[in-house]
């Protein structure tokens, strides 16, 4: 079935280790999306990429980078991860045309823990 | 700024009743709107998305509203089952490709 992997489910890191999280998907969507949700809260749009074109959201700390090496692909890099950052993080996919007009498909997330 | 409401944070109701979920929003003026459904520690799954310039959705036992005027957006689920109960996420499109969830409402459907 097409669908959006992240690995790991679960990843404990200490506070300042840089740490790393994975998204792949099978369903070649051309825009990737980054979010992070922590406990009763919304979703919260970190950035996303239209294709290799790096879409930031104003108040998405700089402590957070990405990277796209290919459609398929999509890396998630926190440089210096404090207490704060310690969510769930969710990659979704979705199609390239029509905006926002587009049913967004998710992974099950990676839950991050800092020590 | 864009606010988006979920009229409570948990809803309990008796199965077959039907559930109403609603969604407010200010400070904008979204062309669309989508609904998804999240299980605990699972990712949002998408249910429906409907247009400025249609009044009413369905799907199954779903059925989604909009009204524009009112800012709002209702969420019903007719005949709920023990299965149904979630978290209901509401999600304007705030721009180009992005959406801004809601909270959520988190649905209980007691057998």
């Known amino acids: 079935d097409a669908m959006v992997i992240q690995n790991p489910r679960y990843q404990v890191t200490q506070f300042g280790k840089p740490v790393t999280l994975s998204c792949s998907q099978t369903l070649n969507h051309n825009v990737m999306y980054w979010y992070q949700q922590k406990s009763s809260q919304a979703p919260k749009l970190l950035f996303h990429y239209y294709d290799k074109d790096f879409n930031n959201e104003a108040d998405t700390p700089d402590n957070f980078q990405s990277r796209r090496p290919n459609t398929s692909f999509c890396f998630l890099d926190i440089r210096s991860p404090g207490l704060g950052d310690a969510a769930m993080y969710l990659c979704?996919?979705?199609?390239?045309?029509?905006?926002?007009?587009?049913?967004?498909?998710f992974g099950d997330g990676t839950r991050l823990s800092i020590l | 700024s864009q606010k988006i409401e979920q009229n409570s944070e948990a809803l309990n109701i008796q199965e077959g009743k039907t559930a109403t979920l609603t969604c407010n929003y200010t400070?904008?003026?979204?062309?669309?709107l989508q609904w998804y459904r999240q299980d605990p520690g699972r990712g949002p799954v998408f249910l429906l998305l409907i247009r400025e310039n249609e009044k009413e959705k369905r799907k199954e036992r779903l059925k989604v509203t909009f009204d524009t005027t009112l800012k709002q957006s209702l969420f019903h689920i007719t005949a709920s089952q023990p299965a149904d109960s979630a978290t209901y996420l509401c999600?304007?499109?705030?721009?180009?490709?992005?959406?801004?969830f809601g909270k959520g409402t988190k649905l209980s459907v007691i057998p």
């Open positions: 999600a304007p499109g705030a721009g180009s490709y992005q959406l801004t």
């Open positions: 400070n904008y003026s979204p062309a669309y």
């Open positions: 979704a996919t979705s199609r390239g045309t029509g905006g926002n007009n587009q049913p967004q498909h």
